[in-house]
C-alpha cells in the first residue's frame, strides 16, 4: 500500500566563495545559516556540506558527490561572498533537483574592509550566468539577508522544491474519457509531459473488472483486507456497532481496489494520483458512487479527482505538496441568494454580494474538512438512476476557515495557465447537499468575469486549506508556468487587460 506519497525534501547547503575573496567569510557565514536554521526549524530539512568552500570546478565536483551522498534532493547554493560565478551555477546545472540560490548580506559598519564579501553584487552575476546555462532556479522575493533571514528563505523553498519533485516524479493514473457532453476539463495532455508528469489512461471497463474480482476475492474468503476497511469507515462516521449501512462493504472493496491499482501501476515513479469517470454509467455498473472513497484515499495523501479532471488531480497534488493538508476539488458551483446574503452576510462580514459563492461537489471533501460529515446518496444522479445506485457521497458544511481557491490548467492550445486566489470559507449555514461552504474571495466578481471566464478555466477548482498563495506562485513559476499566466483576485483600480474601464464599481 502507499503511505507517503509527497517528498520529503532535504536540502543540501552548499557556500561559494570567489578566490580573490576571503573564504572564511563563506564558511563562517554558512555555518550561521546552519545554525539558524537549525534553531527555529530542526535539522530534518538541511544538510550542511563540509567541502571546506567552492571556489572551482573541481570544488564543484566534490560539492556534487557529497550532497548526493547525503541524500539531498533539492539543493541550496550560497553566496558568503561574491561568489564564482562559473562554478557556482555548474553546481546547480549538475543537481538533478530543485534548486535556489540566496547570499550573505554584510555584518556591521565596522568590518567593511576584510570583512566585506559583495554577495549583493555577486547575485546580479550568478543570475546573469544562471540564464545561460539555462538552470530554473528559485531565487526569493529579496534574496540577500542574514543568517536568520537566509534560513526563513530556505525554509519558504521547501513547499516550491516540493512541488517540483513531486511532478518529476509522478504518475497520474487515469480511468475512462470524460463524460458525454462534458468537455469542461477536457485538456490536451502534452502539457503533462513537458512537467515531466507521467499519464497512464486506462478504461473504466479495466477498472469494474478489477472491482469484481475484488468483490469476488472477499466474498469468497480469500481476501477479507475489507473487513478493516469498513471498520475504519465505520469509525470514521460514527456507525454503532451493527448499525453500519450495506453500503460499505462496496465502498471499502472499490478502495482497496484503487489502492491496489496504484500500487501496482506506479512502476517506477515515487508518487501517484487518480482520476476517474464517476457518471452516469458508473451507477449502472458499480451501483454505487465513488465519492467518498476519494475522499479517504486524499486522506493517505493521494488525490482522486472526479469526472475525469486530469489538471484538477495534478492540481490537488501541487496542493498537497504545498500545504501537507488535505485538500480538496470543487465547483465553483452557485451563486449565494439574495436573502441569505442579506441575512447572514451583509454588516457581519466584509463582502459585497459579489465577492460571494458557494464551491460544492457531490461529496469528495475529507470528513476532517466538513462539519456534520455524513454519508448519504447523490441527490443529483438520483435524478436518473434508483436513489440506492447513488449511495456513497459524504456530506456536510465546509468548515469555515481561510483557503485559497486555485488551478494550474492546460488550455485548449496547449498553454499552461493558472489562478490563485485567497480568501475564506464564512461561518454561513448552506442549507444545501453535497459537501459545501460558502466561500468569499475580495473582488471575486471581477475575477470570476475577466480571469476565469475570460481565460476559459473550467468550473473545478482546487482549495487549500489556509493561505498559501506565496508559495503557491513561486511554484508555479519554478515548473514553468509564464508569470503572465498566473491570475489572482486583483484589488480595485487595478484592471485586468480585457476589463471595461466605462462600467462604474
Not at 548526493?68 to 541550496?76: M, Q, T
Not at 528563505?153 to 493514473?173: C, E, N, Q, S, T
Not at 469528495?364 to 435524478?383: D, E, F, P, V
Amino acid at each position: 500500500m502507499l503511505s507517503n506519497n509527497i517528498p520529503k525534501i532535504k536540502v543540501g547547503i552548499v557556500a561559494v566563495s570567489r578566490d580573490c575573496f576571503p573564504a572564511p567569510l563563506a564558511v563562517n557565514r554558512r555555518k550561521a545559516l546552519v545554525e539558524a536554521y537549525e534553531n527555529k526549524y530542526g535539522k530534518d530539512d538541511i544538510y550542511e556540506c563540509p567541502i571546506t568552500i567552492v571556489e572551482s570546478e573541481t570544488d564543484m565536483v566534490a560539492a556534487l558527490e557529497d550532497i548526493k551522498k547525503a541524500g539531498c534532493n533539492a539543493l541550496c547554493v550560497y553566496l558568503g561572498n561574491f561568489g564564482p560565478e562559473i562554478s557556482e551555477t555548474l553546481l546547480a546545472k549538475h543537481f538533478d533537483g530543485p534548486k535556489m540560490f540566496c547570499a550573505a548580506a554584510e555584518e556591521s559598519q565596522n568590518d567593511l574592509y576584510d570583512g566585506r564579501g559583495d554577495a549583493y553584487c555577486g547575485m546580479l552575476n550568478a543570475s546573469y550566468n544562471i540564464a545561460l546555462r539555462n538552470i530554473r532556479a528559485y531565487i526569493p522575493d529579496y534574496p540577500v539577508g542574514n543568517a536568520e533571514e537566509c534560513a526563513d528563505m530556505v525554509h519558504d523553498f521547501l513547499p516550491v522544491a516540493r512541488v517540483a519533485y513531486g511532478l518529476d516524479h509522478l504518475k497520474i493514473i487515469s480511468f475512462g474519457p470524460r463524460p458525454s457532453n462534458f468537455l469542461a476539463c477536457n485538456a490536451p495532455i502534452k502539457q503533462l509531459y513537458n512537467l515531466n508528469v507521467e499519464i497512464e489512461e486506462e478504461s473504466e471497463l479495466d477498472l469494474f473488472e478489477s472491482y469484481t474480482k475484488h468483490m469476488e476475492a472477499y466474498e469468497s474468503g480469500k481476501d477479507k483486507r475489507a473487513d478493516d476497511t469498513m471498520a475504519d469507515m465505520a469509525a470514521e462516521m460514527h456507525y454503532e456497532k451493527g448499525k453500519e449501512p450495506a453500503m460499505l462493504k462496496k465502498l471499502a472493496v472499490y478502495e482497496l481496489t484503487l489502492l491496489d491499482w496504484a500500487d501496482e501501476h506506479k512502476g517506477y515513479r515515487e508518487f501517484v494520483a487518480l482520476t476517474t469517470k464517476c457518471w452516469p454509467a458508473f451507477q449502472d455498473m458499480f451501483k454505487f458512487v465513488p465519492c467518498y472513497v476519494n475522499s479517504r484515499l486524499m486522506r493517505r495523501g493521494i488525490p482522486v479527482s472526479c469526472e475525469v479532471d486530469i489538471y484538477g488531480t495534478l492540481s490537488e497534488y501541487i496542493g498537497l505538496c504545498i500545504s501537507g493538508d488535505e485538500v480538496t476539488l470543487l465547483d465553483i458551483n452557485n451563486s449565494v441568494p439574495h436573502d441569505m446574503y442579506e441575512e447572514s452576510i451583509k454588516g457581519k462580514f466584509d463582502y459585497s454580494f459579489t465577492d460571494t459563492f458557494m464551491g460544492f461537489h457531490c461529496g469528495n471533501t475529507c470528513s476532517s474538512k466538513i462539519g456534520g460529515a455524513h454519508l448519504s446518496y447523490q441527490r443529483i444522479m438520483a435524478r436518473t438512476h434508483p436513489q440506492d445506485w447513488c449511495d456513497g457521497t459524504i456530506e456536510g458544511d465546509i468548515v469555515p476557515g481561510d483557503i485559497t481557491f486555485y488551478r494550474l490548467q492546460s488550455t485548449a492550445d496547449s498553454k499552461l495557465r493558472a489562478y490563485a486566489a485567497e480568501g475564506e470559507v464564512l461561518p454561513v449555514a448552506t442549507k444545501s447537499f453535497g459537501g459545501i461552504g460558502v466561500f468569499a474571495i475580495k473582488e471575486m466578481g471581477r475575477f470570476y468575469r475577466y480571469w476565469l471566464i475570460s481565460k476559459n478555466f473550467p468550473h473545478h477548482g482546487a482549495v487549500m486549506f489556509g493561505h498559501y498563495g506565496k508559495a503557491l506562485y513561486e511554484a508555479l513559476k519554478y515548473i514553468g508556468v509564464d508569470p503572465s499566466e498566473i491570475g489572482y483576485n486583483r484589488p480595485a483600480g487595478l484592471p485586468y487587460a480585457d476589463e471595461n474601464p466605462f462600467v462604474r464599481r
